[in-house]
């Protein structure tokens, strides 16, 4: 069952900006690491982002380092990525999930076996 649910994205010119948000309806968002992927066209899905529970500890892929935020608001189960900055490169679907998340590697999901993806938001991004 699919627990997960992205918005804000859009079709963008290149230095734009977008938040995107994560909404959680599942019982232990404020428990669970969370982090954002991306599938650019042609492209396998990738984990770009992602913060602790607590915040404490959170990552960047290189491509996206310096320009893009992760957030996260566990009263109201969401999280969110600030993305400045835009490039065109940057187009891709973006989904959330509950991950594993470190300061040196990028996000894996937390429940590969059982994991069910959202819908995504898209993101546009032209020159």
């Known amino acids: 069952q699919v627990q997960v649910a992205e918005s804000g994205g859009g079709m963008v010119q290149a230095g734009d900006s977008l938040t995107l948000s994560c909404i959680d309806s599942?019982?232990?968002?404020?428990?669970?690491?969370m982090g954002w992927f991306r599938q650019r066209p042609g492209n396998e899905r990738e984990g770009i982002s992602c913060?602790?529970?607590?915040?404490?500890?959170?990552y960047y892929a290189t491509s996206v380092k310096g320009r893009f935020t992760i957030s996260r608001d566990n009263a109201k189960s969401t999280l969110y990525l600030q993305m400045d900055s835009l490039q065109p490169n940057d187009t891709a679907m973006y989904y959330c999930?509950?991950?594993?998340?470190?300061?040196?590697?990028?996000?894996?999901?937390?429940?590969?076996?059982?994991?069910?993806w959202g819908q995504g938001t898209l993101v546009a991004v032209s020159s």
């Open positions: 999930a509950a991950v594993i998340c470190g300061q040196r590697a990028r996000p894996q999901l937390l429940y590969p076996e059982s994991h069910q």
């Open positions: 599942g019982p232990r968002f404020a428990d669970h690491s």
């Open positions: 913060t602790t529970w607590n915040r404490k500890i959170t």
